[in-house]
């Protein structure tokens, strides 16, 4: 007779969404999450499924496993040929690389953003903020009071604008910036379809459109090559502090030689397509959800008014801002910009009787952790309170990751959370958010990003 220790522990069998349900459920683009959450909900918190009914994916929302992934055996999961098809038009940038090169790149670009980088680049995001707000204030003068916004446009040209002269500085022209920011637009959109829709990809093939986005990545590098190699010839005057500069300055610890001209490019490249989308997201839903929960708004303007007296906010008075920073939590909670993450496990591996394949896909489910009741109560509501110092907190660690986490968190966690906490301080001084009834329902699209399905109108009221 087997003893308890000997007994062998039978794998953990995993409930699965059968293919043709996996396959329906890829054409539903905007309500696909609350069908992903609704389903973990009643089967459990992982299981199988197929994207676009091809490809089996074990997707989970189960904090546990999560850390396990990113964080406790991160080694055994690389990133899956999701994000690496995603290099063919974006490069070999910290997001899309791996193993050995990835550490080296990642050691070398991390010192660029400490905080106190960060703080130097504040006074530059609120030169933005302003040239953004400032037009909208005379606009709404001249209107009689108010100018009503398509959200998500207005957030992707801030945030596209902040990360853009984060990185080059002033060195491009609006038209160029504009240009810029719609190749990369359609650059994702047509990548993710190649994701969600496998089956069309022999007629992606035939119609050229695989030729039709090469062209226009080529076209995006080309433009910030053009730029890179100006500076780099640039010589006399003394060079912008940017992130470019960062990138151009730093040096291997163990060779002491600066990147290769492909590897700056990819670099420069990847922070500007990692570092707008995300924000512009959780900027639109976080506006939509001030727009509706006018008290949310009376706590942060108090807040501000008593910490600044209506003067701007320096980086050092952030702290002191709590308000605002709950709020853009709260939002990446309900909305998470990234609401996905894709591994791929290297080799066999076991997690509490969960039998890993070599080769397994995992989707690593953020979407499903942040919605989860068993760490939110009433996870549907937007409560920025939960985030307050001596709120009670979720009771599992890795319940809430907008950033990822382990040595893959985001690079650009610090630069995103004083940008958007500025932007919704600067806002709101100025500033009465109103939602525009008579809208059609808004939906979100899951796409790489979170973004809604259709742009919103908010109502900006001058005070
Ligand atoms: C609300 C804003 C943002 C969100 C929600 C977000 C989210 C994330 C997440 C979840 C990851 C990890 C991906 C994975 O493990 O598969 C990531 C990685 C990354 N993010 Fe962000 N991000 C944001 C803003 C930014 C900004 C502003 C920058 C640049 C300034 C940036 C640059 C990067 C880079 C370079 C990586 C790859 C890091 C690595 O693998 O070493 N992100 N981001």
């Known amino acids: 007779m087997n003893d308890a220790s000997t007994t062998p522990v039978p794998p953990v069998q995993l409930p699965q969404v059968p293919r043709l349900q996996s396959l329906r459920n890829s054409f539903r683009f905007n309500d696909l999450l609350p069908i992903l959450d609704a389903t973990l909900e009643s089967v459990g918190d992982t299981l199988v499924m197929y994207i676009g009914g091809v490809r089996r994916t074990v997707l989970t929302r189960e904090p546990g496993l999560v850390q396990h992934i990113l964080q406790k055996n991160h080694r055994n999961y690389a990133k899956s040929a999701f994000t690496q098809g995603f290099s063919r038009y974006v490069g070999h940038g910290l997001l899309t690389n791996e193993g050995a090169d990835w550490l080296r790149q990642r050691r070398l670009i991390q010192p660029g ?7 130097a680049l504040t006074g530059l995001m609120q030169e ?4 953004t707000f400032q037009p909208l204030a005379e606009q709404a003068q001249r209107a009689g009071g108010s100018v009503d916004i398509n959200t998500h446009e207005l957030m992707t040209r801030l945030t596209f ?14 038209a160029e910036l504009d240009r810029a920011s719609e190749l990369l637009t359609r650059i994702q959109g047509f990548y993710v ?14 119609s050229g459109k695989y030729r039709e986005h090469d062209r226009l990545t080529a076209e995006l590098r080309g433009l910030l090559a053009r730029y890179i190699s100006q500076r780099q010839q640039a010589t006399g005057s003394t060079p912008p502090d940017d992130l470019l500069q960062m990138l151009l300055d730093a040096r291997y610890e163990d060779s002491g030689e600066a990147m290769t001209d492909t590897q700056l490019l990819d670099e420069a490249l990847i922070l500007v397509v990692a570092g707008h989308e995300t924000s512009a997201n959780a900027l639109t839903w976080l506006l939509r959800l001030l727009a509706l929960h006018p008290q949310e708004v009376q706590h942060i303007r108090a807040e501000a008014e008593a910490v600044l007296g209506g003067r701007p906010p320096t980086f050092a008075d952030l702290p002191q801002l709590g308000r605002a920073l709950y709020a853009v939590q709260e939002a990446m909670r309900l909305y998470p910009p990234a609401w996905m993450l894709d591994r791929v496990a290297l080799a066999e591996d076991e997690y509490n009787g969960l039998r890993i394949a070599k080769g397994t896909l995992f989707s690593v489910y953020l979407h499903g952790l942040h919605h989860d009741p068993k760490h939110w109560p009433q996870p549907q509501e937007f409560q920025p309170a939960r985030f307050a110092p001596g709120a009670p907190k979720p009771l599992t660690h890795y319940a809430y990751a907008p950033f990822g986490g382990g040595p893959r968190l985001c690079i650009g966690m610090q630069f995103a959370l004083t940008e958007m906490q500025l932007v919704v301080l600067e806002l709101l001084r100025r500033f009465e958010v109103e939602w525009v009834e008579g809208q059609p329902p808004v939906l979100s699209e899951p796409l790489i990003t979170l973004r809604p399905k259709n742009d919103f109108k908010v109502r900006l009221r001058a005070r």
């Open 113 to 119: 953003f400490h905080r106190q980088r960060v703080a």
């Open 128 to 131: 933005i903020i302003e040239q």
């Open 161 to 174: 604008r902040v990360i853009a002269r984060s990185v080059f500085s002033t060195a491009f022209s609006d």
């Open 193 to 206: 379809r190649t994701i969600r829709q496998p089956y069309l990809l022999p007629w992606f093939k035939v």
